[in-house]
T-cell receptor
Framework: EAGVTQFPSHSVIEKGQTVTLRCDPI?????LYWYRRVMGKEIKFLLH????????ESGMPNNRFLAERTGGTYSTLKVQPAELEDSGVYFC????????????FGPGTRLTVT | LAKTTQPISMDSYEGQEVNITCSHN???????ITWYQQFPSQGPRFIIQ???TKVTNEVASLFIPADRKSSTLSLPRVSLSDTAVYYC???????????FGSGTRLQVQP
């Protein structure tokens, strides 16, 4: 069974540009999450989708971040315009509905804003 | 969300048993205790989850005392490949967002 995949693995952009990160969850997982770790900090929750609906977006830092999950399959996280403080590693995770509440993480996308 | 406290780092040798204790004094009735492992350049990986008493799987054991204010992850006979950061998380599964702390950096030496 394929795991959670993320694309790209690494992105380098200039301040003010736009970047779109993609996450493909494990097939059949209704729950999809975005997290990020900025330099030297802890991994922080961004938002949670249940199928195509945003269940919890309390962790989204500001309106420069837009997450979508059309059709309840893959998800994208767009940062527009990117700022220096957005640099970090963005993780996507997915989980099946119900117990156990195990989240499967992807390898992450390392975003560098210069 | 219950705050967790765990050692910043631990050292061990191959073949030894490693116990990592996590404190979560204000754990709520609905909270589960979950441990994740993270290797460099990878996403966290689920190890084990429990609510009370003892849980064991093919990778580790999780010991939770009756008051649930702490938990201990036990890794039997560690190898070099167990060198990683281990996170203790406590949360209400009704809210699925995971809250990561700083974790415990385990270094296993030959």
């Amino acid at each position: 069974e394929a795991g959670v995949t993320q694309f790209p693995s690494h992105s380098v952009i200039e301040k003010g540009q736009t970047v779109t990160l993609r996450c493909d969850p494990i097939s059949g997982h209704d729950n999809l999450y975005w997290y990020r770790r900025v330099m030297g900090k802890e991994i922080k929750f961004l938002l949670h989708f249940v199928k195509e609906s945003k269940q919890d977006e309390s962790g989204m830092p500001n309106n420069r971040f837009l997450a979508e999950r059309t059709g309840g399959t893959y998800s994208t996280l767009k940062v527009q315009p990117a700022e220096l403080e957005d640099s970090g590693v963005y993780f996507c995770a997915s989980s099946q509905p119900g117990f156990p509440y195990e989240q499967y993480f992807g390898p992450g996308t390392r975003l560098t804003v210069t | 969300l219950a705050k967790t406290t765990q050692p910043i780092s631990m050292d061990s040798y191959e073949g030894q048993e490693v116990n990592i204790t996590c404190s979560h004094n204000n754990i709520a009735t609905n909270d589960y205790i979950t441990w994740y492992q993270q290797f460099p350049s990878q996403g966290p990986r689920f190890i084990i989850q429990g609510y009370k008493t003892k849980v064991t799987n093919e990778v580790a054991s999780l010991f939770i005392p009756a008051d649930r204010k702490s938990s201990t992850l036990s890794l039997p006979r560690v190898s070099l490949s167990d060198t990683a950061v281990y996170y203790c998380l406590v949360g209400d599964t009704g809210r699925r967002a995971l809250t990561f702390g700083s974790g415990t950096r385990l270094q296993v030496q030959p």
